[in-house]
């Protein structure tokens, strides 16, 4: 091969590369982009309706249950965006919201509940009965 071919298949080759940064591969780091921006926004806005004690607690909070902070969250960016709120948020009105998302939660939330049989009443047996008593019986 000449120098020319190879050339014309390295600019070939660069030509389809940069239109595959253009195509829709690259969408996920476009996505990435807006996502990331959102998220800035989004902790710009809690620090500026947070006081530093409050946005400390919420803190933990993501650490230990991330979802229930992210309700906390969206639920104070409502606030926030709907005028409800005058001043920043303590780390005791933060409390009381708080309180509210969980009792929310807890509503929504289905719940399993197990009942045990008797002795008297099932026919069969468990760890407390004792064998000497069932070979009375025999």
């Known amino acids: 091969m000449a120098d020319d071919d190879l050339e014309q298949i390295r600019r070939a080759r660069l030509q389809q590369l940069r239109e595959q940064g253009s195509a829709p591969g690259n969408e996920s780091s476009e996505q990435d982009a807006k996502q990331q ?72 939330e289905p719940r399993i509940v197990v009942e045990r049989r008797g002795r008297g009443g099932g026919g069969g047996w468990d760890d407390d009965d004792d064998l000497d008593d069932l070979l009375k019986d025999v």
């Open 37 to 108: 921006r959102a998220n800035d926004q989004r902790a710009s806005l809690l620090t500026q309706i947070l006081t530093p004690d409050a946005a400390d607690r919420l803190g933990r909070i993501r650490l230990v249950k991330a979802s229930r902070a992210t309700d906390v969250e969206n639920r104070l960016l409502q606030l926030a965006q709907t005028g409800q709120l005058r001043a920043k948020v303590t780390e005791a009105q933060l409390k009381e919201l708080l309180g509210a998302v969980a009792e929310q939660q807890d509503r929504e």
